[in-house]
């Protein structure tokens, strides 16, 4: 089955700085690669995704880069804010979501003032 | 505020009893999904139903067992739990098996 790495388990960046979290995937069949945040009692929050036939998406300050062949994909944060602290999560699929998707194990962010 | 409704959102329940996990959507989506998720972990997949038919089951024990009354609704009955069941129980939904989820804010669930 698949197996997602993620790193680093914790970063911490000063406000207005950027964010880089990465993530590594097994298995060249999957094919959807989505992000989730998730604040302290509350559900995972879909942030961003892409495709694998995509190698790149912004939206706002945030964006998504995919390397097929290396099987990873990266999270950038810009200018971050106080409000950007929480845990994120990347996870990958086949088929977008029919087989489940698979975590990396998070990345708990903080966005020091 | 997450479109995907789940209730109760705390519930403490003793190994004998039997209770129900219920989450709601409106969105029209056809997919939906029971996740379970312990302390510093990812979810991790329980169910998926697709289009009302349980689809995947991921060889979850028999004391949990979903059900899709129809295409907005999901419940997961909870029977003879033990102690190392407890965790935050998410549902997720997404408009066809190829779209993406969406997650409700999860029920808290402490079994004693």
């Known amino acids: 089955g698949e197996n997602v790495e993620q790193h680093p388990s914790t970063l911490s960046v000063q406000e207005g700085d950027s964010a880089v979290i990465k993530c590594t995937y097994s298995?060249?069949?999957?094919?959807?690669f989505p992000w989730y945040k998730q604040e302290l009692g509350k559900g995972p929050q879909l942030i961003i995704d892409i495709r694998s036939n995509v190698g790149e998406k912004k939206d706002q300050r945030i964006a998504v880069t995919l390397n097929k062949t290396a099987k990873h994909f990266s999270l950038h944060i810009t200018e971050t804010q106080p409000e950007d602290s929480a845990v994120y999560f990347c996870a990958a699929s086949t088929a977008g979501g029919a087989d489940g998707l698979t975590f990396g194990k998070g990345t708990h962010l903080i966005i020091q003032p | 505020d997450t479109e995907v409704t789940q209730t109760p959102k705390h519930l403490v329940m003793g190994m004998t009893n039997k209770k129900s996990l219920k989450c709601e959507q409106h969105m029209g989506h056809r997919a939906m999904y029971w996740y379970k998720q312990k302390a510093k972990k990812p979810p991790e997949l329980m169910f998926v139903y697709s289009y009302e038919k349980l689809s995947i089951n991921e060889s979850v024990p028999s004391r949990f067992s979903p059900e899709c009354p129809n295409s907005s609704l999901l419940n997961l009955h909870l029977h003879a739990l033990q102690p190392e069941d407890s965790a935050l129980y998410l549902c997720?939904?997404?408009?066809?098996?190829?779209?993406?989820?969406?997650f409700g804010n999860g029920t808290r669930l402490t079994v004693t």
């Open positions: 298995d060249s069949a999957s094919n959807y």
């Open positions: 997720a939904s997404s408009q066809d098996p190829d779209s993406p989820l969406h």
